[in-house]
């Protein structure tokens, strides 16, 4: 059974603080993972990396893909009060179509 | 350009009873998902559909069923309410063949008492 796990499961960091997350994933025929901003309800798409696009920038959060250690981080840079937010990592695999197998999340506190 | 748009934002249903949530998805998109977001879980896949067809279907029983009409727009239905229905249902869009990540709505917030 196909598996994502994220941790760690809550954060709490000041303000300018650089932060990690980590996604783990067990996917067979894995083809892409995804990562969203879910501020209050609605999952915000950040970023999706696949086999042949394994590193994304996009200001101050950039994610990377290590295909040999099935796994994915998420950094933020000069953490924000704004930056507080669920992040949700999910996974697709090639029989899955178009399903995302999410994990748990990683509930970021920014203080200021 | 309007994102997802899904009703009721809140709605709270007694044990037994049957309910409706609708999606409206983004303009131009063509393909609806939905859902299960229980608190303090990430969301759980229920179904997609696709030219007003089910196209796949994750782990959830036959009380939970939908529908897309023609404008793309679709419904979740789910019978026979249990207290563990209680859960933020997402929806979520995207155009066919999907190049990018999918819209989600801001969901709505079902209780079942």
């Known amino acids: 059974e196909d598996k994502v796990v994220q941790s760690p499961l809550s954060l709490v960091v000041h303000e300018g603080d650089t932060v990690t997350l980590n996604c783990s994933y067990e996917v067979t025929n894995f083809r892409s993972l995804l990562w969203y901003k879910q501020e209050k309800k609605a999952p915000t798409f950040l970023f999706m990396l696949t086999s042949s696009g394994i590193e994304k920038k996009s200001g101050r959060l950039s994610s990377i893909l290590d295909k040999k250690e099935l796994s994915s981080i998420l950094n933020i840079t000069a953490t924000q009060t704004g930056d507080s937010a669920i992040y949700l990592c999910a996974a697709r695999n090639s029989n899955s179509g178009y399903a995302l197998n999410f994990g748990k999340g990683t509930s970021l506190l920014v203080t200021p | 350009d309007a994102g997802v748009t899904q009703s009721p934002t809140h709605l709270i249903k007694t044990r037994g009873q049957q309910v409706t949530l609708r999606c409206s998805p983004k303009?131009?998109?063509?393909?609806v998902s939905w859902y299960q977001q229980a608190l303090g879980q990430g969301p759980q896949f229920i179904f997609q559909y696709y030219e007003e067809e089910e196209r796949q279907r994750g782990n959830f029983p036959d009380r939970f069923s939908g529908h897309q009409f023609p404008n793309y727009s679709s419904e979740l239905n789910v019978n026979a309410l249990l207290l563990g229905d209680s859960a933020l249902y997402l929806c979520a869009s995207s155009l066919m063949p999907r190049r990018s990540g999918y819209t989600f709505g801001s969901g709505t917030r079902l209780t079942v008492v």
């Open positions: 303009s131009g998109h063509d393909t």
